[in-house]
């Protein structure tokens, strides 16, 4: 039960750090086409926050949708662990892979900067990047054959509610990253005085 707490926290984090990040890559974009900046890694960088906005908070929602539906008796313990394990595989996957670009863009910039918190981002960055992709390997093949065994199931309404969880997660990762990005690309006009900073590579 206390595992699964914890399991739930780090959900809810997720997906707050997610809609965060829409937020500022909504802003950040929106100041770009403002100062007119068409460089193409800011860009990237941006749109990669972006991209790995949606994969947290639908990692989160997964999460979250099939835990609850779990102990309100929607779903069996065999259904969670495919869910989870989808949401693992597919979701985790794209947070490593723009992570990488993220990472790699928070290097640079702190080698630029040389700023305490910049180097700071960069090695939290480089770190948690590390973890997921050694904790994704870990678990691939784990996660995999739970994702196999419930296909591979005759239970067809056990697969139907393995669906529109994760329907209903997408969805709901969708409207959130789309409000947030949208919020951060409106604030750019209510504050007198711009803080977002673009990538200090332009090329």
Not at 166 to 172: D, G, H, P, T
């Amino acid at each position: 039960m206390d595992l699964n707490i914890f399991y739930i926290l780090i959900a809810i984090f997720n997906i707050l750090i997610s809609i965060w990040n829409a937020y500022n890559a909504g802003k950040a974009l929106e100041y770009m086409k403002l100062n007119n900046i068409e460089s193409d890694w800011p860009r990237m960088v941006a749109y990669s926050a972006l991209i790995l906005s949606f994969a947290g908070a639908a990692y989160g929602n997964v999460s979250l949708l099939s835990i609850v539906a779990y102990y309100l008796g929607y779903i069996d313990i065999y259904t969670l662990l495919g869910v989870l394990s989808f949401s693992f595989l597919v979701f985790g996957f794209l947070i490593i892979l723009f992570g990488i670009v993220i990472t790699i863009n928070s290097i640079i910039v702190a080698s630029k900067t040389k700023r305490f918190f910049d180097i700071f981002i960069a090695a939290y960055n480089s770190i948690a990047t590390i973890w997921n992709i050694y904790a994704y390997i870990r678990g691939f093949s784990i996660a995999f054959n739970i994702l196999k065994n419930q296909f591979s199931s005759e239970n067809r309404n056990s697969q139907g509610v393995f669906i529109l969880v994760v329907i209903a997660a997408v969805l709901i990762a969708v409207f959130m990253v789309y409000g947030a990005y949208k919020y951060g690309r409106a604030s750019v006009y209510k504050v007198e005085r711009l803080f977002v900073q673009p990538s200090p590579i332009e090329s």
